[in-house]
């Protein structure tokens, strides 16, 4: 036999690669177009709208790797199944026609019922070519090589969407192309990797280490943990800053502590945050204690620290009745880590607090979460009264 090749453009398309080959002796011949370009940086998909004999007649161009579907019949022509043609959309409707009818006599003399069913559903094929009823035809091509034509280029077609996408890497991995690996994210890597940097000992002075890493707070946001070791004289400290902006609401939650289990809900408390007992008739203030990442038992225990280590409250400068009340504050703090039930709750204007509902993502019956407007003086506090987000650019120096 004899094959021909012929380059051609298609108007408002590409150049392809049309090649044809006919048998002299058993007149057999066979057409395939090949991409005479390179793979296109992007995927593309053709929906168009069926309604009329003309659109049967649109060319097209598929190629080996392009799949065709027609939603209304659950009907598809999978990537890799046809070599690359150039024809009509009635064309690739004879095609598949044409490959379904190839077994079906071996297929009625097998299994009857599946060639009822495959003869049935040539039918529907064969119907919608009438185009008795609108169908939509889709092609879609991760090389972007395809085309479907449209017959009022260069004005739009109402009738035809044509979309481009970026392939996915498994699409990717169909065409032979190497698979770029994913740009590093500078976020990624700090979640994954303890930065440490050089500091001095807050106790002793002495050259010490602090490890800062970035942690992800499930249904919350992201918080920077730093932790400080000394080697010289065993002072460990270790602090939280919130990784995102200030709220534009304040937060106050209270939590309902009805059950031991509660002593281990972890929290996030910020430096701008307060805390308060009611029960105990307990406040702490904001910036006491600074940024915390730890459990409500593990707070609570640095609430009594706070308490006990101080020599105005307990140590020798204390007065007798000062003392006792603080020994019994201590005590009902005890009671609460165990038995006592009482409300625990956490005031913060720039809304960074954090306090873990166990029930997440449903609502916690012992949790509630308010959102509230800040007040003049709580600005005032954050600062926020003074910054300026707009309008801060110095005026250029008008020309003389």
């Not at 019994?328 to 960074?352: R, S, T, Y």
Request: net charge negative; hydrophobic share 35%; proline share 6%.
């Amino acid at each position: 036999g004899v094959t021909r090749l012929l380059l051609t453009r298609i108007p408002f398309f590409k150049e392809i690669i049309v090649s044809s080959f006919s048998c002299d002796s058993c007149s057999w011949s066979n057409t395939e177009i090949q991409s005479a370009g390179r793979i296109q940086e992007q995927g593309v998909r053709y929906t168009l709208a069926v309604t009329s004999r003309q659109d049967m007649n649109r060319e097209v161009v598929k190629t080996d790797c392009a799949s065709a579907r027609i939603p209304e019949l659950d009907f598809e022509i999978p990537a890799f199944s046809q070599k690359g043609v150039l024809t009509t959309i009635e064309g690739i409707i004879d095609r598949a026609v044409a490959g379904l009818e190839q077994d079906q006599p071996a297929r009625r003399a097998t299994d009857k019922e599946v060639a009822r069913k495959i003869d049935e559903f040539i039918g529907k094929l064969r119907q919608l070519k009438e185009v008795n009823s609108p169908f939509t035809f889709i092609l879609d091509d991760p090389s972007g090589n395809s085309f479907v034509e449209n017959p009022h280029a260069p004005q739009r077609d109402e009738a035809l969407v044509v979309t481009h996408y970026r392939r996915s890497p498994q699409q990717c991995a169909l065409l032979g192309l190497e698979v770029d690996a994913k740009p590093p994210d500078a976020a990624e890597d700090l979640r994954d990797e303890v930065l440490q940097f050089n500091t001095n000992c807050p106790e002793c002075n002495a050259p010490a280490s602090t490890n800062m890493k970035l942690v992800q707070i499930p249904h919350f946001k992201e918080v920077i943990i730093m932790a400080t070791n000394c080697d010289s004289c065993g002072h460990r400290t270790n602090e939280v800053k919130s990784g995102g902006a200030i709220e534009p609401q304040g937060t106050r939650i209270t939590l309902r502590i009805m059950d031991p289990s509660d002593m281990t809900r972890d929290i996030l408390k910020s430096e701008t945050c307060s805390v308060e007992i009611p029960e105990l008739e307990f406040e702490l203030g904001m910036g006491a204690l600074g940024g915390k990442f730890t459990t409500l038992e593990g707070l609570l225990k640095d609430i009594r620290d706070l308490v006990e280590k101080n020599p105005f409250t307990l140590g020798d400068s204390s007065t007798p009745s000062r003392t006792g009340k603080l020994q019994e504050f201590i005590g009902k703090l005890q009671d609460v880590k165990g038995k006592a039930q009482a409300h625990f709750i956490m005031d913060d204007p720039a809304g960074n607090s954090y306090l873990q509902n166990v029930y997440a993502p449903e609502e916690d019956p012992e949790l509630s979460v308010q959102r509230y407007e800040r007040s003049f003086e709580q600005n005032e506090d954050l600062g926020l009264n003074d910054m300026r987000t707009e309008g801060y650019e110095p005026e250029p120096a008008s020309g003389r």
